[in-house]
């Protein structure tokens, strides 16, 4: 498995092996070996989100220590 370049690489990459793996044609060995690489695209998918958090938090607390919250979204009605 050639690693992805970006989160959005890796989601796609996951999508189209969950559609094979739910294709009939699809044998059981390639399920197997298709499962084995969604494991690992779903751990640096995982990790890439990890990373983007602690960064965030990292944000917020800079804006904290300048003495400003950060801002929320505002909600919006349906």
Do not use: H, N, W
Request: charged share 35%; proline share 4%.
């Amino acid at each position: 498995m050639k690693a992805p370049k970006t989160f959005e690489e890796g989601m796609t990459r996951l999508e189209e092996i969950l559609a094979r793996m739910q294709s009939e044609e699809t044998s059981l060995a390639d399920s197997v070996k298709l499962y084995a690489e969604a494991a690992k695209l779903v751990e640096y998918c995982r990790t890439a989100l990890d990373k983007a958090a602690l960064q965030m938090d990292e944000i917020d607390l800079q804006l904290s220590a300048a003495g400003r919250e950060p801002e929320q979204p505002e909600e919006t009605e349906a």
